[in-house]
C-alpha cells in the first residue's frame, strides 16, 4: 500500500518586536492554527509560547528584533515554533519559578509548561544570536468508560502579572 504523506505547514515572520506585538503574533498564529487545522487548545499553547519567547526578545535583546517560525507537521499534529534572536546572552535551560511575587522570570517555565519538550540552539556558524525552540503536540483525550465528561486536567502555571 503506497501512503501519501501531506507537506508540513510553514511560516517564517520576521519583526522588531514592540509592546503590541503579542497581540498581533497571537492572532496570526491562531489563524494559521485554524488555517492547518491544528487543534484550539494546542494553538493556544502554541500562541502562548511564542509570545512569551517575544517577551523576552524585548527585555533581553538590544534592537527587539526576532524571527518566528512556525512548522506543522499534519501527519502527527505536533507545532514546532522557533523564535531566533541576535541577543548574546543565553536563556537558562532548566526553567524554575524563582521570586512568586516578582514581575517577570516566568516566561521560560510557561514554554516548558505547555510544550512537549523545548531546547536552545546557537547558530551552526558560530555566530551570535540564539533559536529558543519548542513543539506543541495535540492533547490526547482519554476518558474512563461510561464518562460523559469532555474535561481535561493540565498542570496550572501561575502568572500574576496582568495578560496582554
Known sequence: MNKQTEQPHVYTLRLTVGTHSARHVRRIVHRLCADWSVPPDTADDLALGVTELLSNVVRHVPGARAEVHLRHAPDDGHVRAEVTDDGPQLPQTAPALA???????????????VAAKWGVQ??????????????????????????????????????DSPAT
Open 99 to 113: 521570586d512568586p511575587c516578582a514581575e517577570g522570570g516566568r516566561g521560560l517555565a510557561i514554554v516548558a509548561a
Open 122 to 159: 546557537r547558530p551552526e556558524a558560530g555566530g551570535e544570536g540564539k533559536t529558543v525552540w519548542f513543539e506543541c503536540r495535540p492533547r490526547a483525550v482519554t476518558e474512563p468508560s461510561g464518562c460523559q465528561s469532555t474535561a481535561q486536567v493540565r498542570p496550572a502555571v501561575s502568572v
